[in-house]
């Protein structure tokens, strides 16, 4: 199992051991690398497609 497909299950296992309804998984979107993961996510485990887009301080 690759890494990626990991993630469903890890977070999963928090969601109960902490008792929660839901995820919220947070991504640094000033480059292209969360994009693979946010794909993923949305398409191969049904997760929400919701993508809030916030703009850094520090960002040119």
Known sequence: MRGIE???NLTEEA???HKKEQVIL???PTGHYW???AHFLCNQCA????????ES???P
């Open 6 to 8: 990991k993630i469903p």
């Open 47 to 54: 997760w929400s497609r919701d993508v809030l887009g916030l």
């Open 15 to 17: 969601q109960i051991q």
């Open 26 to 28: 947070g991504m640094e």
């Open 35 to 37: 994009l693979n993961l």
């Open 57 to 59: 301080e520090t960002a």
